[in-house]
Antibody
Framework: EVRLVESGGGLVQPGGSLRLSCVASGSTFSSYEMTWVRQAPGKGLEWLSYISTSGHVTFYADSVKGRFNISRDNTDNSLSLQMSGLRVEDTGVYFC????????????????WGQGILVTVSS | EIVLTQSPATLSLSPGERATLSCRASPGFSNSLAWFQQRPGQAPRLLIYDTSNRATGIPVRFSGSGSGTDFTLTISSLEPEDSALYYCQQRDSWPPRITFGQGTRLDIK
């Protein structure tokens, strides 16, 4: 399995920008579809964004569409989330997670998770 | 867009008892369902994939079942360390949207 480590979180003012990174160990990162998931303080899990193995296909939750951009670089096993126009309600712990346990080429379960990184949006 | 509703919101049981957690999908779907355990301050941990398969290293007391609209996570004999939040999750084939249930808190008293 791949180990994931996020970085780049911190305190940012409303309207500001932040870039999160997720670095994967192991040589099979390029074979995993990847996502970002966040958890607001005391709340449940919220899926934010998806990227295909090649990086050519991306998809976003309505709550972040047009403000967040997901990308990946398979040459250095990294995943990124560029966040702009940040709002107070974007505060939370952000996880990178990968889809695994594939069956016939279809992968439905988030089998690997980073430890999470805290993003706080506040003035 | 599929909505996953988990019940109960909170479950309080004793060690050795059996826990039954529900995840209802609306509308129903044919793809598989996953279950996660999350302890405070930790990342979610995959317990069950493809509705009924235990992930690597998951104890046999955890089992999953269901199809269509109704899915169940069963913990056959509770251990104190099973106190946690539990989430169900599904993924659409296209567009590749992922949905979580709102979670069930399991307290072992």
């Amino acid at each position: 399995e791949v180990r994931l480590v996020e970085s780049g979180g911190g305190l940012v003012q409303p309207g500001g920008s932040l870039r999160l990174s997720c670095v994967a160990s192991g040589s099979t990162f390029s074979s995993y579809e990847m996502t970002w998931v966040r958890q607001a303080p005391g709340k449940g899990l919220e899926w934010l964004s998806y990227i295909s193995t090649s990086g050519h296909v991306t998809f976003y939750a309505d709550s972040v569409k047009g403000r967040f951009n997901i990308s990946r670089d398979n040459t250095d096993n990294s995943l990124s989330l560029q966040m702009s126009g940040l709002r107070v309600e974007d505060t939370g712990v952000y996880f990178c997670a990968g889809l695994g346990y594939c069956n016939g080429g279809s992968c439905y379960s988030l089998s690997m998770w980073g430890q999470g990184i805290l993003v706080t949006v506040s003035s | 867009e599929i909505v996953l509703t988990q019940s109960p919101a909170t479950l309080s049981l004793s060690p050795g008892e059996r826990a039954t957690l529900s995840c209802r999908a609306s509308p129903g779907f044919s793809n598989s369902l996953a279950w996660f355990q999350q302890r405070p301050g930790q990342a979610p941990r995959l317990l069950i994939y493809d509705t009924s398969n235990r992930a690597t290293g998951i104890p046999v007391r955890f089992s999953g079942s269901g199809s269509g609209t109704d899915f169940t996570l069963t913990i056959s004999s509770l251990e104190p360390e099973d106190s946690a939040l539990y989430y169900c999750q599904q993924r659409d084939s296209w567009p590749p949207r992922i949905t979580f249930g709102q979670g069930t808190r399991l307290d072992i008293k």
